[in-house]
T-cell receptor, first 115, second 110 residues
Framework: NAGVTQTPKFQVLKTGQSMTLQCAQD?????MSWYRQDPGMGLRLIHY???????DQGEVPNGYNVSRSTTEDFPLRLLSAAPSQTSVYFC??????????????FGSGTRLTVV | RKEVEQDPGPFNVPEGATVAFNCTYS??????FFWYRQDCRKEPKLLMS???SGNEDGRFTAQLNRASQYISLLIRDSKLSDSATYLC???????????FGTGTSLTVIP
């Protein structure tokens, strides 16, 4: 199994551009989420989904949109990139509705730089 | 106040040493606890869950103290390959909110 696959691995955007970070998992996990990781801040939850058609906001949702049309895919859209969105983005999935007892499987990350 | 706080580190220890990390959490309703390991420029990977009774996996021992609201990770007989950042993770309430600590950096020195 591939696990959680994120693309692209690296991206440079200009301020104001939009893009979509892709995330796919082949483990039939119900729960998927997006985090960003910044130095000294730890991982912060952007958006999450407990199943197809259901999404909700996390701690830092502004400037990002998500959708979950299938169990496998959970793309993250940056609407109008800003330098403050320069970060490493991780997609994660978990078995079980809450993931509370199973932990996460993370994708390998997307390093985004906004200039 | 942060949901999860960890020892800032860095910890630099010689091979074979025993090292312990602590992590405190602020929400007494927290239900699940984990330690993750993150290598430089890689994704976090689950190291172990932390159970109420404490649990051990080889050289690694995790403990939970609900009364004082902290969890700990003990690494015995440190190996060079243990060098990484260790993240404390706490799951609160209904389970859809995981809070990560900022991580503790460990370097094992030959």
């Amino acid at each position: 199994n591939a696990g959680v696959t994120q693309t692209p691995k690296f991206q440079v955007l200009k301020t104001g551009q939009s893009m979509t970070l892709q995330c796919a998992q082949d483990m039939n996990h119900e729960y998927m989420s997006w985090y960003r990781q910044d130095p000294g801040m730890g991982l912060r939850l952007i958006h999450y989904s407990v199943g197809a058609g259901i999404t909700d906001q996390g701690e830092v949702p502004n400037g990002y949109n998500v959708s979950r049309s299938t169990t496998e895919d959970f793309p993250l859209r940056l609407l109008s990139a800003a330098p403050s969105q320069t970060s490493v983005y991780f997609c994660a999935s978990s078995n079980g509705r809450t993931g509370g007892y199973y932990g996460y499987t993370f994708g390998s990350g997307t390093r985004l730089t906004v200039v | 106040r942060k949901e999860v706080e960890q020892d800032p580190g860095p910890f630099n220890v010689p091979e074979g040493a025993t090292v312990a990390f602590n992590c405190t959490y602020s929400n007494s309703a927290s239900q699940s606890f984990f330690w993750y390991r993150q290598d430089c420029r890689k994704e976090p990977k689950l190291l172990m869950s932390v159970y109420s009774s404490g649990n051990e996996d080889g050289r690694f021992t995790a403990q939970l103290n609900r009364a004082s609201q902290y969890i700990s990770l003990l690494i015995r007989d440190s190996k060079l390959s243990d060098s990484a950042t260790y993240l404390c993770v706490v799951n609160v309430g209904t389970g859809n909110q995981f809070y990560f600590g900022t991580g503790t950096s460990l370097t094992v020195i030959p």
